[in-house]
């Protein structure tokens, strides 16, 4: 939303009932009422009725915000709280009041252009490839240095020709510039799924960093994205990051609905991994933007049965892990002290190996982080759920089609 653009008065919807206060993480860390939903849309509503002024407390109970959205969900009056504060931060932050670090400011400016931004990442690509995770938010993996996702999907949809639905896969800017082994991993399971795969090269960032950080140039990002995926004649737009695909659904919206890609799996009921025998256990976190933006119920169960690992749901699933998007970078101590109490479970975790499995990036970084940073000490692995489920390289077809069609 244009930060110019006045809101209804959704404030007045609140009934004050504090149901939201206790599923937010900014609340409990605090017990502060001014770090709570409701003490933020009062500041809010206040500051907009004329009867308080602008004050450095307001943008600071502001900022503090994860942007996680619990407090949509908890609301019984259903106050739109996760457009309140895009709103409010972006006029914040036009208006000099918020000052997203410089680290931001370039981020923002690079993910627009997607070709520089692959660019400039390839060294992070190239150091992953090498297996080796040199900073605290670049969990391991293999990505490939050169070749796109799109171009790996070209020649796997030649080599495998699958007839089942046709999907439009968003690919992202981080996911793709850093993280693409999980999109490689992403085409694979598709196809095995004899799904036809097609990556609309005019794809852009779905605009998530300029709505998290409340940086400009979100807009510009939609309109690019309805031109690349609207005209596209496929039976769904699918995303395997639950912000990126939040994000997109929004820009889309009402014409094409998005998909986490983990969703429309689960009503194909896909490929069975088997590992008779194994002792790991995977320990499933649901991202905020897949259960609060999305309001998915979860990750399908026959998709986290097929991955062939004993599983269970982490504890509190459903709570912020600390990520935000980018609030681990802008308010790196909060984020640190929300992760602590959601990852201590893992430091006395049964298996071998321990798996924290997730369907986001960003929350994989930053569950990377507490190992990284001493929070758990204990050798634990980060991987997306459309990685266990993976056949590899070398995979083959399935020999037949899905019994029944999507949607
Ligand atoms: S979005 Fe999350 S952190 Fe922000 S007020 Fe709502 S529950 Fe609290
Ligand atoms: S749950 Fe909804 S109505 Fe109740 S205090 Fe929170 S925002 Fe207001």
Redesign the pocket.
């Known amino acids: 939303m244009h930060p110019k653009t006045p809101l209804p008065d959704y404030f007045s919807n609140c009934t004050h009932c504090g149901f ?1 206060l206790a ?5 409990k860390l605090t017990g502060d009422e001014n770090n ?2 409701r003490g ?1 849309l009062r500041l809010w509503s206040e500051e907009a009725a004329g009867r308080l002024p602008q004050d450095k407390w307001t943008d600071f109970y502001t900022d503090e ?7 949509e969900t908890a609301c019984p009056a259903q106050v739109p ?2 457009e309140l ?1 895009e709103h409010t931060r972006h006029d914040h932050v036009s208006a000099g009041r918020s000052k997203p670090p410089l680290a931001l400011r370039l981020a923002a400016a690079a993910v627009a252009r997607p070709a520089w931004f692959n660019l400039a990442l390839l060294p992070a690509r190239f150091i992953r490839s090498l297996g080796l995770s040199i900073h605290r938010f670049l969990f391991k993996g293999r990505p490939a240095l050169l070749q796109s996702t799109a171009a790996y999907a070209r020649e796997l949809m030649q080599q495998h020709r699958p007839t089942g639905p046709r999907v439009a896969f968003l690919t992202g800017c981080l996911m793709e510039a850093a993280f693409r082994e999980i999109n490689f991993a992403t085409v694979r399971v598709l196809i095995e799924n004899n799904v036809q795969v097609v990556i609309p090269e005019d794809q852009t960032c779905c605009g998530a960093f300029q709505e998290h950080s409340g940086l400009a140039g979100a807009e510009p990002l939609r309109a690019q994205n309805r031109r690349a995926f609207l005209p596209l004649d496929v039976d769904a737009v699918v995303s395997n990051s639950s912000g990126c695909g939040y994000s997109l659904g929004k820009s889309l919206a009402p014409e094409r609905p998005v998909r986490d890609v983990l969703a429309f799996l689960g009503e194909l009921g896909p490929v069975r991994r088997e590992r008779a025998g194994s002792r790991a256990r995977l320990y499933v976190d649901l991202p905020c933007h897949l259960v609060h933006g999305q309001k998915a119920a979860g990750i399908p169960q026959n998709v986290l049965d097929a991955t062939g690992y004993s599983w269970e749901l982490a504890p509190n699933a459903r709570d ?1 892990c600390g990520s935000g998007g980018v609030y681990n970078i802008q308010k790196p101590e909060n984020a640190r002290a929300i992760l602590a109490g959601k990852s201590a479970f893992l430091n006395e975790a049964e298996g071998a190996p321990v798996i924290l499995g997730t369907s986001n990036h960003v929350c994989m970084m930053q569950w990377h982080s507490a190992g990284a940073t001493g929070l758990v000490t204990r050798p634990y692995e980060v991987s997306h759920i459309i990685q266990l489920l993976d056949p590899g390289a070398g995979f083959a077809v399935r020999a037949t089609a899905p019994a029944s069609a999507p949607c």
């Open positions: 939201c599923v937010c993480p900014t609340y709570s939903p933020r915000c994860v942007g996680c959205l619990a407090c709280y996760g504060f912020c």
